[in-house]
């Protein structure tokens, strides 16, 4: 999984990778300026890296967050 994570931060627009439980092993979160440029990231950079079966695209809507006080900046790992 490391060699899949190293791969997927070279990719320009990614943002953020997270190893997560259920039905997926990651979870990457990324940025692209059109749904071509999405769609070129997921099958020529993401869908060539070694170690990769498939994968499942989501396109944020409308995003909410709040303040997690208990949560220091060092939490992060």
């Keep these: 999984r490391d060699h899949i994570i190293e791969e997927l931060f070279k990719i320009e627009g990614v943002r953020e990778v997270a190893e997560v439980t259920g ?3 990651i979870l990457v979160t990324m940025y692209a300026k059109s749904l071509d440029q999405m769609h070129k990231m997921v099958s020529e950079k993401i869908g060539r890296i070694e170690g990769i079966q498939s994968s499942e695209s989501f396109i944020e809507m ?3 967050s709040k303040a997690m006080p208990y949560k220091s ?3 992060s790992d």
Excluded: A, L, V, Y
Aim: aromatic fraction near 12%; charged fraction near 65%.
């Design 23 to 25: 039905r997926f092993d």
């Design 62 to 64: 409308k995003s909410r």
């Design 73 to 75: 900046s060092k939490d």
